[in-house]
């Protein structure tokens, strides 16, 4: 991979293409950026176009509405077409706000993370719990499910998949969620901060390996 320009797929909800944020992009921009920044040589890739003109990668696989189920239904011809090395994956808000059997929404995840993970047999996938919800019953369920993550992103690494998680909901505090539910700018670059970490990391193990 670091022989080769990376190809990263954000994928998720409406929270992926960044609704909310004043550059239209969400985390996306502020993730360019930085990795330009670093020096890092990537793309963006999915079938979804959008963001500002200071944005030269504008693709993405976000859905605005989306729940768990709907990306599984999509995923393996994404996958196929777009042959991403990482995808940056966050999602379950929706499977919660629209009350669509919450307590199943981890295997349903766990479904989603098999499907990736034999469409392309050497990708990385990056799970991001999910970011809170004003709404303190919401909020309750989303905390139970982001509670299952680290367990099975273990399950999968412990197959030899390689597969991480990262805490997208203690990095962003409720006060930085515009409409109770999106990010608003703010949130969305500390949402870019906690992706680039996490990113760096696996660039940096893949230049060496």
């Known amino acids: ?13 409406s929270i992926t293409v960044g609704l909310g944020s004043s550059s239209s992009a969400g985390y996306r921009l502020r993730l360019w950026r930085d990795g330009k920044a670093a020096h890092w040589q990537f793309t963006f890739v999915g079938s979804q ?3 500002p003109v200071g944005l030269p990668e504008k693709q993405h696989e976000g859905h605005p509405g989306w729940r768990i189920d709907q990306i599984s239904a999509h995923i393996v011809s994404w996958l196929q077409t777009y042959q991403p090395n990482i995808v940056l ?3 379950g808000s ?7 059997y919450p307590q199943m929404a981890i295997q349903r995840l766990a479904h989603l993370l098999e ?4 469409t392309l047999l050497h990708i990385i996938v990056i799970v991001a ?3 809170p919800l004003r709404n303190p019953i919401l909020n309750a ?13 273990e399950s999968f690494d412990a197959r030899g998949r390689h597969v991480a998680y990262v805490d997208m909901y203690h990095a ?21 901060a906690v992706w680039y970490s996490a990113l760096r990391k696996e660039i940096t193990k893949a230049a060496s390996s």
Not at 172 to 192: E, F, K, R
């Open 141 to 153: 369920q989303v905390v139970a499910y982001n509670h299952a993550i680290p367990g099975l992103v």
């Open 89 to 91: 994956l966050q999602i």
């Open 49 to 51: 176009s959008s963001g």
């Open 129 to 131: 719990q999910v970011t």
């Open 94 to 100: 929706n499977d919660i706000i629209q009350n669509y």
């Open 115 to 118: 499907q990736i993970t034999t």
């Open 1 to 13: 991979m670091s022989a080769n320009i990376i190809r990263i797929m954000p994928l998720g909800d």
């Open 172 to 192: 962003i505090p409720v006060s930085a969620l515009g409409d109770g539910i999106h990010p608003n700018t703010v949130g969305y670059t500390m949402m870019a």
